[in-house]
């Protein structure tokens, strides 16, 4: 049978204050029964020897056993509940109190077991009879033989204590209980109370409502965490949602053009309203090139998924590498009268995969001269900064839209501009390049303005050599 959160909570923590309660009850009882008995014990040899010098004064004052104050004792052993017995030098018995200490005893016991049933030592059933010397001006005059039940070692002052300390422990129980329940339920609310939340809102992201958000109110900062990553989740699954939508119109939009026109040119073939020619079958070739290469870059694509970027390493003099690199595409900006500017610092060598670092500069300048505005200008810089490598590729092209930017890096998104500039890109490029710096250590971010320019800055991060 499952239990929700809340009572969970609460009965685990009643239980917890409960055990408490007992623990401490059973320990504080030991404690005090212990102590206790030490204490009414001395208490009890105060009162003989209270016993043994009323009677020394007694004899002091008669200077014989003859006159003594017989009702003096007997009160004292009535009130004491002692069982007091005189002797002589001889013997011979001069003053016995009789049976008047059972009453106190009687009433003791009734008393100890309505209060104090089990208390260590209070046996009612024992009787104990000790006898000790009179001793008079340092003289012996006699004995005196004490005895009593061990009820007698209770006093009234000593039962209305254990009976108030009985009745503070239960009174200090219920109001722990009642505590503990108190607090068990608003401890177990708070905590129980955001996770209900939470759990509607995934509820209803497992729905498809990926709008939906986890707005809860705590101090508990695991709980925050949750609430955090259930909202993480939600706005990566709506983007997600919205690149996977995308993604479809765009593969769409790829193979629409060019399965159109063939579609178109084999209809006019077959109506007879074209005749083949060499020129006709050259736009189908570069038509299924189109396709082909599509194809292609939905394989690279797949490949990049797979995580499977072995990487090649090897001791590289990058400044030399990004030089030959910047020579190679000059005459293609030249050619376009665009402006190609380099600033390398010299002699950085390297740990790195050439093959890689070549393809991730490749689509890099290719992109940026993709969308150059007329007399464009692209900047590339290379440095070092402690281990790390930092290369920077800076354009006054079209730029990329403030909305677009999140999405730069994802597999087959195009932003609306550059849809219109009729590129032909795939849309991979920039993702296959994000894949590559990350997999020789690195993080590659983008700063862009519509109209104004974009600037994608690589760190290489533990590289260089010393």
């Known amino acids: 049978m499952k239990m929700s959160l809340m009572n969970k909570l609460s009965l685990g923590i009643l239980l917890a204050v409960l055990v408490s309660i007992i623990l401490v009850s059973l320990i504080s009882n030991a404690i005090i029964d212990k102590e206790f008995s030490k204490y009414l014990v001395g208490e009890h040899k105060t009162k003989i020897e209270n016993a043994i010098n009323i009677i020394e004064d007694l004899y002091k004052q008669q200077d014989s056993f003859s006159n003594l104050n017989h009702d003096e004792l007997r009160r004292y052993s009535e009130m004491q509940g ?51 010397p009179l001793v008079v001006d340092d003289n012996r005059v006699g004995t005196v033989i004490i005895g009593y039940i061990n009820t007698s070692f209770l006093s009234r002052d000593s039962i209305a204590f254990i009976r108030a300390l009985n009745y503070s422990f239960v009174i200090s129980a219920f109001i722990a209980l009642a505590f503990g329940l108190l607090i068990s339920i608003i401890i177990s609310r708070q905590l129980s109370d955001p996770l209900i939340k939470i759990t509607q809102t995934s509820n209803q992201m497992r729905t498809g409502n990926l709008e939906v958000r986890s707005l809860v109110k705590t101090s508990t900062k695991e709980i925050a965490e949750l609430s955090n990553s259930i909202n993480y989740l939600a706005e990566t699954l709506s983007s997600q949602e919205m690149l996977r939508k995308r993604l479809t119109a765009d593969i769409a939009h790829e193979l629409r053009t060019p399965l159109t026109t063939l579609k178109t040119h084999l209809e006019a073939f077959i109506d007879g309203v074209w005749e083949p020619t060499a020129e006709r079958f050259e736009i189908f070739y570069e038509e299924i090139n189109r396709l082909t290469k599509l194809v292609d870059n939905l394989r690279d694509l797949a490949k990049l998924e797979q995580r499977n970027n072995k990487m090649n390493n090897s001791e590289v003099n990058i400044s030399n590498e990004m030089g030959k690199l910047i020579e190679s595409f000059k005459p293609l900006f030249i050619k376009e009268n665009y402006q190609l500017d380099s600033d390398i610092e010299p002699e950085i060598n390297a740990l790195i995969d050439i093959d890689k670092f070549k393809q991730i500069m490749n689509n890099l300048l290719s992109n940026a001269y993709k969308y150059l505005k007329p007399n464009g200008r692209v900047e590339v810089t290379l440095a070092k900064q402690n281990k790390n490598i930092i290369i920077k590729v800076k354009d006054n092209g079209i730029g990329i839209p403030e909305k677009d930017l999140p999405f730069v890096f994802e597999r087959f998104y195009r932003s609306d501009i550059s849809r219109s500039k009729n590129t032909g890109g795939s849309g991979i490029g920039l993702t296959i390049t994000k894949s590559f710096v990350e997999a020789i250590g690195g993080r590659i971010s983008v700063q862009s303005s519509s109209d104004i320019g974009t600037t994608f800055t690589i760190v290489f991060l533990n590289i260089i050599l010393s």
């Open 82 to 132: 002692l069982y007091i017995e005189i002797k002589d030098l001889n013997n011979e018995t001069v003053y016995t109190s009789g049976n008047a200490y059972l009453q106190h005893n009687n009433m003791m016991r009734g008393m100890m077991g309505s209060m104090m049933p089990n208390f260590t030592g209070m046996d009612s059933r024992q009787y104990t009879e000790n006898t000790y």
